[in-house]
């Protein structure tokens, strides 16, 4: 089935630095969404975005809805243990429609 | 209850078995769906329901795939004639019918095939 592009596959990171990580889509999407999955549990929702060239943020996380509805981006500040995980964007055609999600980003964190 | 739950967390059976997996939605959501996550991938679509129908059951890879949601809550995802590559985490979510595109998944049902 279809995927979206997301990279970086994965990352490496000092605890406090800042991540960023994008996703990208050959097809519109007025729905983006990021999620962060941990080991053996189902993903979680972080951020929706529902309007193009929206910017959004939940607590040290920002995203922001592409103005082409082509491509969203997650940002994360000051870098925490607890960040650890995989994120995975997910688009979304129209209201009822199924998410169609990247390949996720894992991040790691080094104390 | 609080959010999605699956059972069984688990499931481990050997090729041409049959399979049910359970999936209770949050309470009053009327929007259900199925996606399948193999190793490394993100979670790929396999059904939807809107009350008790099924509104898109594209994502099925074949007739092997069945899945039913009598009462419009409680939905169950079938599986005929295991395959090694049926082997993934089946995982479920749910959404209010106001709550557009915030899907709230549950923990997944780990599916192996011997």
């Known amino acids: 089935g279809q995927q979206l592009n997301q990279s970086p596959q994965s990352m490496f990171i000092q605890e406090g630095e800042d991540v960023s990580m994008n996703c990208t889509s050959s097809s519109i999407f007025n729905t983006w969404l990021w999620y962060k999955q941990d080991p053996g549990e189902g993903p979680v929702l972080l951020i929706a975005l529902y309007k193009a060239g929206e910017l959004t943020s939940n607590g040290r996380l920002t995203a922001q809805f592409g103005i082409t509805r082509k491509d969203s981006f997650l940002n994360i500040s000051a870098s925490i243990p607890s960040d650890v995980g995989i994120y995975f964007c997910a688009g979304q055609a129209s209201g009822n429609t199924p998410l169609v999600f990247g390949k996720g980003t894992r991040l790691s964190v080094i104390a | 209850g609080a959010g999605v739950s699956q059972t069984p967390s688990n499931k481990v059976t050997e090729k041409g078995k049959y399979v049910e997996l359970r999936c209770d939605p949050i309470s009053g959501h009327t929007a259900l769906y199925w996606y399948r996550q193999s190793l490394g991938q993100g979670p790929e679509f396999l059904i939807y329901?809107?009350?008790?129908?099924?509104?898109?059951d594209s994502g099925l890879p074949n007739d092997r795939f069945f899945a039913v949601r009598p009462e419009g809550s409680v939905s169950t995802l079938k599986i005929q004639r295991t395959e090694r590559g049926d082997s993934a985490v089946y995982l479920c979510?749910?959404?209010?019918?106001?709550?557009?595109?915030?899907?709230?998944f549950g923990p997944g049902t780990r599916l192996t095939v011997l």
């Open positions: 979510a749910s959404r209010s019918g106001t709550g557009v595109g915030e899907q709230f």
């Open positions: 329901f809107q009350g008790t129908g099924a509104a898109d």
